[in-house]
């Protein structure tokens, strides 16, 4: 018997991942955690389908923020959503609108859109999805 050792829905970050890939797929979907090693995060297989997610952070000005990389098979980025964002300042960044920007991308992306007053956040981001893209 295969035994498959299946994340559960421990901590709120996951609950987050959860909530955004039941949205996208339109149902519940379960994930697991690959061997690949991944910077500042997990990249877990999605179980049922040919995609996976990355669950990492990335800094701040004085915290990290939380995210999730959707991919394709071709390691093509499907959905970019930040999870929990922990500042005053820049949460813009979580916006559909800047991170649609990211869609599509399969080479790291020397420039990225800017956003007044969270600069830090964005060239994290930026950063943290090509180091991401370049690890894979």
Same mark, same amino acid.
């Not at 996208?24 to 061997?35: A, H, K, M, N, R």
């Not at 990249?43 to 389908?49: A, D, E, P, S, T």
């Not at 979580?94 to 399969?106: A, E, P, V």
């Given at each position: ?30 994930? +697991?955690?690959? *061997?690949?090693? =991944? ?6 297989? #999605? ?5 996976? $997610? !990355? ?7 004085? +915290?990290?923020? *939380?995210?999730? =990389? ?6 093509? #980025? ?5 999870? $929990? !964002? ?51």
């Amino acid at each position: 018997m295969v035994s498959l050792f299946i994340i559960l829905l421990s901590s709120n970050l996951e609950k987050r991942t959860y909530k955004q890939l039941y949205k996208y797929y339109g149902e519940e979907v379960l994930i +697991e955690q690959t *061997d690949i090693e =991944v910077p500042n995060g997990k990249l877990y297989n #999605i179980l049922g389908k040919s995609d996976r $997610v !990355y669950i990492g952070y990335s800094p701040s000005k004085f +915290e990290n923020f *939380d995210f999730m =990389v959707l991919l394709d098979c071709d390691n093509k #980025i499907k959905l970019v959503r930040v999870l $929990v !964002y922990r500042e005053n300042y820049g949460g813009e960044i979580g916006s559909k609108r800047w991170l649609k920007q990211f869609i599509g991308m399969t080479e790291p992306k020397p420039f990225v859109s800017a956003i007044s007053g969270a600069t830090i956040s964005v060239n994290s981001m930026k950063f943290s999805i090509n180091n991401l893209i370049k690890s894979l």
